[in-house]
């Protein structure tokens, strides 16, 4: 599992054609402080348990979810 606020990591990391074990969980969140961010963090991972072979957005209010492509595009 990748954690990643870093949006061009992010597109690095889909285009890189994981295998289906990795998930991908980019945090696209205002700026918030080191406690405040490992809440949410928290909070967001035990919430689902479908990160494994997806490419995650995280968002204030909304978690956009798509599967990793099997291989590189």
Not at 3 to 18: C, I, M, P, V, Y
Not at 21 to 34: H, Q, T
Not at 46 to 55: E, K, L, V
Not at 62 to 69: F, G, Q, T
């Amino acid at each position: 599992m990748l954690l990643t606020f870093d949006k061009d990591f992010g597109e690095l990391a889909w285009r890189s054609g994981l295998p289906a074990s990795c998930g991908i969980v980019l945090f696209r969140l205002p700026a918030l402080g080191p406690t405040g961010v490992g809440k949410v963090i928290a909070d967001v991972l035990t919430g689902r348990d479908d990160w494994p072979g997806h490419f995650s957005v995280v968002e204030p209010g909304r978690i956009r979810v798509r599967v990793l492509p099997s291989v590189a595009p």
